[in-house]
């Protein structure tokens, strides 16, 4: 199988259901961003983390890979006819309970912090603003089509999660946090 189809050099490209949109479409551009964000999330595995945190790094890559699924599905039945393809509530307690086990031990936020400090905290940072602008295109393509609530709810959570894995990860390794 050739990687290039030539389907695409009209600037088309096309989704789940057979349909083609523009290549600027705010459904590509919405998945787009969430496959980017994915390679940042595999970049900061590639540090590589301790096993629990790579282990969640993967499931977040794996539930980034369903985001990007359903996101590329204007029928918005992926999901029910692939479970792997799904984003229940469940998916968005296990992000929650990680922010709360990763933050349990972190001291108490009392000015901005500058992203950066060791490379899998920076590359964590990098990852959470990644996670912010995919979450902007989800939110304006949610605003015109028919997007699943628990995708936007997912991503917010992930977003907030990669920012107390970066300061977990910064304190584990005794890289003060440079505040603004």
């Keep these: 199988m050739k ?36 390679a940042v999330v595999g970049l900061a595995r590639a540090e590589p983390p301790e096993a629990a945190l790579d282990g969640l790094l993967r499931d977040i890559q794996r539930d980034l890979f369903a985001i990007g699924a359903q996101l590329a599905d204007p029928q ?27 933050q349990a031990g972190l001291p108490p936020l009392r ?18 603003t990644v996670c912010r602008r995919a979450e902007r295109s989800v939110v304006a393509l949610a605003g015109q089509e028919d997007v699943d609530p628990q995708v936007v709810v997912y991503v917010n959570r992930l977003s907030d999660l990669l920012f107390v894995l970066a300061r977990h990860v910064n304190h584990l390794q005794g890289v003060a946090e440079d505040t603004w």
């Design 111 to 128: 000015a901005f912090i500058l992203p950066g400090g060791s490379r899998l905290g920076a590359w964590l940072h990098l990852a959470r």
């Design 76 to 102: 918005a039945r992926i999901g029910e006819r692939k479970a792997k393809a799904a984003v229940s509530a469940a998916q968005v307690e296990r992000l929650e309970q990680a922010i709360d086990a990763h």
């Design 3 to 38: 990687v290039y189809t030539r389907t695409g050099d009209a600037g088309l490209t096309g989704l789940v259901d057979g349909s083609r949109v523009g290549k600027d479409h705010p459904r590509v551009v919405a998945y787009g961003e969430v496959d980017e964000l994915n």
